[in-house]
């Protein structure tokens, strides 16, 4: 090895940290400033995993991540509103909204991912009258060219709505706009996912976890700064690779991981070279085109470049398939699968990747996890004894 | 107190035609695992195209309804568990469970030996889980999949949107593309206008049927006598068998409304049913409520494949626009959970109910995820006793007999009490 243990550079710490309080912080403060800086905006929350945030940001307001609230918040209502056995961030998200955290937003968007998450959108429209809230139907016949042109004008329909509730009509050229700084911020991410992947002691899944998180809480002209100013930094990184065993994570799509846990995975000896949080908010594999006709790009693109993903069922590949194949491209020794409690898609796709990865002899580990644990002591000897069984082996 | 009433034995003729009809549904399953029959098409069974399916001569195979009948026979729990042996999760829904691990033990049932799949017809409507158990099915099997992509119904207007109408019309011209390719013909149009008519008479029966339950006493149990009439609305469905039946309950029901005859000795309470209902104990649970003299006059369990009570007919002159609307519109499951909130409170009203008795399964979160909030809406809001209970549909495990009757008595002698002091 040739570096040289130094103090890291601070820079880069303080840009993780403030990212890891804004991801903690259950009052949304960051974005209600920036409302108040920029009066007559409005915010649109999104719930996971994929939401067409352009066509909000086109329209004048700003899109913004509401994911649960971990252990933020105490569950006092929701509980009594949705069954034990659905998953946390279901409940934590109507509590946020219960407790009236979700005032200031003007909606919410929810999509077809699972069948809570549609009940859930129900349950909003029917406790908060006034909000704006959405439900987008994202095809899943992507075998044929008609889903592509009917997702368009899903897109079409749901803009008509956010029109209304913005008083602003986009232009293409406002759309384009907003793809281009949208692609801004993907290209970055997409960057430093690279950079985990080939050098994965130069930045953890936990940092880069924490920073895609905070870009979902604030202004995407802000974001983009700071996603910029981390891919210049880093290079800069004083860091020593260590002795871990290269992993691929999955699972954990929807429901966001404490960022113990991930800690946790890889203090227990894991360099997690690639995963799927908030892969909505990172969807695309390249670039959205900037063209004519940008909701048929966008559409295009949701069918044409997006990553695999347990909430897209595309019968012309499967998804163990990509998981194989990331795993060989990546040069991973392993899987973890990390999924939330309850999650049928995380957990169906657990299944069949299962299988996939016996019948590849790759070795993986399911760990399953709730928003709100705070706790990793289990994690812990799970990941170990993983982390153990491969390196001694 | 709890009265002893006479368990329901209710078994008219139809019973019996019943087991008759889906016994042969059956014995064709079973020959055409052997080879000897139809084209057998993997389908779901809210809202479908069984109308073109059958135009084509093909055999409709229902994973929901083998895993019912497993259930059923209480044979799902070792299923189950080989299922969960390979890696699903106890989280995950039973009949996936239950089914899958029916597959891999050579798809022998105690009613039929399922036919491996031609054709794998996802038609997705509502229920997320419907494709991931299809893309599993499709990866076991190596069959080919086709995903039926039915836009869930999400606007706030009684009308599904022109283009979700247009894009499930142009994917049904697409699949009859796929079912003249593996039949080697192409599709007969007046044979599926015939079929459709089928349909079509068959669902004017049965939502005839289903408001005899308007009657006092209602002459069978809306949700436990339902569920024998819907194997042959949904296996049957299309076929001059499926229409013969429903000639043959109507006229049984009619004539037992007009005989003011109940499923029970007294009608004291009159419900409706939410949620599907726990097959592996089906008696135990219909007993919790005959005991109370508690009468089903409605359920959502039982338009899960289709409403018709409300006016919607399958239509032999424009029948992919009338398959279209019966999958986006006209069926429980691809509705909205407050759509599902105004048909409980419709039948709450018009087929006069005393109480909503929910029965939560773990199994199913497109029924169940939320229902906490339905009866905050039906008690608080509507003032109308509502009972959340909870067990499953397929595993045995989640059914706690004691707990749940604690539950059922608790609710009907406080209805019974408010009953006395109303009348003091």
Request: aromatic share 10%; proline share 6%; hydrophobic share 40%.
């Given at each position: ?7 890291e ?8 940290d ?31 995993i ?35 056995f ?17 005032k ?11 069948d ?16 704006f ?41 406002d ?20 950079i ?80 799927d ?60 699968m ?12 657990y ?43 | ?82 299922a969960?042996e ?11 469970k ?6 891999f ?17 996802c ?6 889980v ?70 079509g ?43 013969r ?5 109507y ?5 037992r ?94 087929w ?73």
């Open positions: 090895m040739v570096t040289t243990p130094v103090q550079t601070s820079k880069l710490n303080a840009i993780f403030s990212c890891r309080e804004m991801g903690q912080d259950p009052e949304f403060n960051v974005a209600k400033r920036w409302l108040e800086d920029h009066p007559g905006k409005k915010a649109i929350g999104c719930f996971p994929h939401c067409p945030v352009e066509l909000i940001h086109a329209s004048g307001m700003l899109p913004l991540g509401i994911i649960g609230a971990g252990t933020q918040i105490e569950v006092t209502y929701a509980d009594s509103r949705f069954q034990s659905v998953c946390s961030i279901v409940k934590t998200t109507l509590e946020l909204g219960l407790t009236n955290r979700l200031f937003l003007e909606g919410m968007l929810f999509h077809s991912i699972c809570p998450a549609r009940n859930l959108s129900s349950v909003f429209q029917r406790n908060f009258p006034d909000m809230v959405e439900y987008i139907h994202f095809p899943q016949n992507f075998a044929s060219p008609l889903a592509r042109k009917y997702l368009a004008t899903e897109y079409q329909r749901i803009l008509d709505g956010l029109q209304q509730r913005s008083g602003h009509t986009p232009t293409v050229d759309l384009n706009r907003s793809i281009a700084l949208y692609n801004r911020i993907r290209a970055g991410l997409r960057e430093i996912y690279r985990r992947t080939d050098t994965p002691h130069m930045i953890s899944a936990a940092e880069s976890f924490v920073l895609t998180r905070a870009g979902t809480l604030m202004a995407p002209e802000e974001f983009v700064k700071i996603v910029e100013e981390v891919l210049a930094e880093l290079p800069g990184r004083p860091s020593r690779p260590k002795d871990r065993i290269r992993v691929i994570l999955e699972g954990s799509f929807c429901e966001l991981p404490p960022v113990g846990l991930i800690e946790t995975v890889e203090q227990a000896g894991c360099y997690i070279l690639d995963d949080f908030l892969r909505g908010w990172r969807w695309f594999t390249e670039d959205v085109p900037i063209r004519d006709n940008p909701l048929h790009e966008l559409a295009e693109s949701y069918s044409e470049r997006a990553y695999y993903s347990g909430t897209k069922h595309d019968t012309r590949e499967t998804k163990a398939a990509h998981l194989i194949q990331m795993v060989k491209e990546k040069k991973a020794d392993a899987v973890i990390q999924a939330a409690k309850f999650c049928e898609p995380a957990l169906f796709d299944a069949l990747y299962r299988k996939a990865l016996d019948e590849a002899k790759i070795p993986h580990l399911l760990l399953e996890f709730e928003e709100k644990t705070w706790i990793f002591d289990r994690a812990r000897s799970e990941a170990e004894t993983f982390v153990e069984s491969l390196l001694f082996d | 107190m709890a009265q002893v009433t006479p368990k329901s034995d209710y078994q008219g003729r139809i019973h019996n035609l019943q087991k008759d009809m889906i016994g042969r549904y059956y014995a064709n399953l079973t020959a055409a695992s052997e080879g000897k029959g139809k084209k057998a098409i993997y389908m779901l069974i809210s809202g479908n195209p069984v109308e073109l399916i059958e135009a084509f001569d093909m055999l409709p195979v229902y994973p929901e309804v083998n895993a019912l009948q497993l259930a059923v026979k209480k044979q799902s729990l070792p299923l189950i568990l080989a969960e390979m890696g699903y999760s106890t989280d995950n829904c039973a009949y996936v239950a089914d899958v691990g029916m597959y033990a050579g798809r022998k049932t105690p009613f039929a030996t399922i036919p491996e799949p031609d054709l794998i017809l038609n997705y409507v509502g229920c997320n419907y494709l991931q158990w299809f893309e599993h099915l499709g990866e076991y099997s190596k069959a080919p999949v086709y995903n039926l992509d039915v836009p869930f119904f999400r606007t706030p207007g009684p009308e599904p949107l022109a283009e979700d109408i247009n894009y499930v019309v142009k994917q049904l011209e697409e699949l009859i593309e796929v079912l003249e390719r593996m039949s080697g013909k192409s599709l007969d149009y007046k044979k599926l206008q015939r079929i459709m008519q089928l349909s008479e068959t669902g004017e029966l049965w939502s005839e049927i289903k408001k005899l339950t308007r009657e006092r006493p209602a002459p069978y149990d809306a949700y436990f006598d339902s569920v024998m009439m819907m194997a042959p609305l949904y296996c049957l469905r299309g076929t001059e068998d499926g229409l039946f429903f000639q043959e309950a006229k049984e029901m009619k004539q409304a007009d005989n003011h005859e109940g499923p029970l000795p007294e009608e004291k309470f009159r419900v409706v049913m939410e949620g599907p209902p726990p097959w592996p104990f089906l008696r135990q649970f219909r007993d919790m409520f005959s005991r109370w003299g508690a009468v089903a006059i409605a359920s959502t369990y039982s338009t899960v494949g289709g409403i018709w009570e409300f006016g919607f007919r399958h239509d032999p002159q424009r029948p992919l626009e009338s398959m279209a609307r019966h999958m986006l519109q006209w069926n429980c499951t691809n509705r909205n959970f407050l759509q599902r909130y105004k048909q409980l409170k419709d039948y709450v009203d018009d006069g109910a005393d109480a909503l008795v929910i029965h939560s399964v773990k199994s199913c979160r497109l029924f169940s995820a939320g229902q906490g909030d339905m009866r905050e809406y039906f008690t608080k809001q509507l003032n109308v006793p509502t009972l959340l209970i909870e067990s499953d549909l397929e595993d045995p495990r989640y059914f706690s007999e004691a707990q749940l009757r604690n539950r059922v008595d608790a609710f009907f002698e406080s209805l019974e009490h408010q009953r006395t002091l109303v009348k003091k």
